[in-house]
């Protein structure tokens, strides 16, 4: 609770100090096709801790302080990429359901520029992540450490399985439209030529669809289907770029988890040795200390036992000698 507690307050003072500064990302186009710059999607600019800033892993800095500092900011960058993917699934949702040509190149502008964003801030996580478990924290403040870094890391772990989830769905979701816009210009369609169609990776799709359209007595209808297929299938290919890049975050950043415990468990293994040792060295001093002060009382008492030897043995002979007897019987002889 002391931990939260005090997370909690540095987080406050950064928010009055840094106050709402937006911060433009550049990134590449959703999927990677093509590169372009953000201009309509701004997120919060996270600004580095001083130490993690200096030299990424929080050596010189105030250590705790700059750490719970740290830990503010990818929470808050964790809750962005999770709000990111929300907007990228309504984005996707918009695109579905829209029949207007303008409107759908609009909104397939401004989800690319968000999957871009959200890519970049993605890395950006990561990085900072992998910096902020980098730093060694002996004693106590290892356990802190890892406890909260392990919440982080659980979170922003959760947000790419979410970013997953909701682009495989939409994979489907673009499949399923490119299959019926497919039968609106073959209605008799073979499974294989569906499958070729939706699945197209070769070309060999298009083939199909435009022999397709010169046979259809519906051309302008037709036409207007294989615009939007070939528009899906741009989707689809975007979205399973993106699903290989999210499937190689969280491949990464599963790894990290395994390593940053383990230098974590480290560190803990070795405060904990030299905790050990200390109490046992200091277990060792008491004993110490305790005998010598034992062999100070026995030698005190041996010197009193001595004293009190001599004593005895004086007064005995002073009483064998009784010099005062014979000083007696010689005044009674005169």
Same mark, same amino acid.
């Given at each position: 609770?002391?931990?939260?507690?005090?997370?909690?307050?540095?987080?406050?003072?950064?928010?009055?100090?840094?106050?709402?500064?937006?911060?433009?990302?550049?990134?590449?186009?959703?999927?990677?096709?093509?590169?372009?710059?953000?201009?309509?999607?701004?997120?919060?600019?996270? &600004? =580095?801790?001083?130490?993690? /800033? !200096?030299?990424? +892993?929080?050596?010189? %800095?105030? *250590?705790?302080?700059? @750490?719970?500092?740290?830990?503010?900011?990818?929470?808050?960058?964790?809750?962005?990429?999770?709000?990111?993917?929300?907007?990228?699934?309504?984005?996707?949702?918009?695109?579905?359901?829209?029949?207007?040509?303008?409107?759908?190149?609009?909104?397939?502008?401004?989800?690319?520029?968000?999957?871009?964003?959200?890519?970049?801030?993605?890395?950006?996580?990561?990085?900072?992540?992998?910096?902020?478990?980098?730093?060694?924290?002996?004693?106590?403040?290892?356990?802190?450490?890892?406890?909260?870094?392990?919440?982080?890391?659980?979170?922003?772990?959760?947000?790419?399985?979410?970013?997953?989830?909701?682009?495989?769905?939409?994979?489907?979701?673009?499949?399923?439209?490119?299959?019926?816009?497919?039968?609106?210009?073959?209605?008799? &369609? =073979?499974?294989?030529?569906? /499958? !070729?169609?939706? +699945?197209?990776?070769? %070309?060999? *799709?298009?083939?199909? @669809?435009?022999?397709?359209?010169?046979?259809?007595?519906?051309?302008?209808?037709?036409?207007?289907?294989?615009?939007?297929?070939?528009?899906?299938?741009?989707?689809?290919?975007?979205?399973?770029?993106?699903?290989?890049?999210?499937?190689?975050?969280?491949?990464?950043?599963?790894?990290?988890?395994?390593?940053?415990?383990?230098?974590?468990?480290?560190?803990?293994?070795?405060?904990?040795?030299?905790?050990?040792?200390?109490?046992?060295?200091?277990?060792?001093?008491?004993?110490?200390?305790?005998?010598?002060?034992?062999?100070?009382?026995?030698?005190?008492?041996?010197?009193?036992?001595?004293?009190?030897?001599?004593?005895?043995?004086?007064?005995?002979?002073?009483?064998?000698?009784?010099?005062?007897?014979?000083?007696?019987?010689?005044?009674?002889?005169?």
């Amino acid at each position: 609770m002391a931990s939260r507690d005090r997370l909690a307050q540095l987080r406050a003072q950064r928010a009055q100090g840094d106050g709402n500064s937006p911060t433009q990302a550049q990134g590449q186009g959703y999927g990677g096709g093509g590169g372009y710059e953000m201009s309509s999607v701004q997120s919060p600019a996270y &600004a =580095t801790s001083p130490a993690y /800033a !200096s030299n990424g +892993n929080g050596a010189g %800095g105030d *250590g705790m302080t700059d @750490f719970y500092g740290e830990i503010g900011n990818l929470q808050d960058m964790v809750a962005q990429f999770d709000s990111n993917v929300s907007r990228i699934s309504d984005l996707h949702s918009r695109l579905l359901n829209n029949m207007d040509e303008v409107q759908t190149q609009r909104l397939t502008a401004e989800l690319d520029e968000l999957v871009g964003g959200t890519r970049a801030l993605s890395s950006d996580i990561k990085r900072r992540i992998e910096a902020l478990g980098s730093q060694a924290i002996p004693g106590a403040d290892a356990r802190i450490k890892k406890n909260q870094l392990s919440l982080v890391r659980k979170k922003f772990m959760e947000a790419v399985q979410k970013y997953q989830t909701v682009e495989a769905d939409y994979r489907s979701r673009y499949k399923q439209r490119v299959e019926r816009q497919f039968k609106i210009v073959k209605p008799n &369609a =073979t499974p294989e030529e569906v /499958a !070729s169609v939706v +699945n197209d990776t070769s %070309g060999s *799709g298009n083939q199909i @669809f435009a022999q397709a359209i010169s046979s259809s007595t519906r051309y302008g209808e037709s036409r207007a289907a294989y615009r939007e297929v070939q528009e899906r299938h741009e989707d689809i290919r975007k979205i399973e770029a993106t699903l290989a890049e999210l499937a190689q975050l969280f491949n990464d950043m599963s790894v990290l988890v395994q390593q940053q415990d383990e230098q974590i468990d480290t560190v803990q293994t070795a405060a904990a040795g030299v905790e050990k040792d200390t109490e046992a060295a200091l277990g060792q001093t008491e004993k110490a200390v305790n005998s010598a002060r034992r062999a100070r009382r026995k030698r005190w008492i041996c010197f009193w036992l001595a004293v009190l030897i001599c004593i005895i043995i004086a007064v005995v002979v002073v009483v064998a000698i009784h010099p005062w007897t014979r000083t007696s019987s010689n005044n009674g002889g005169s």
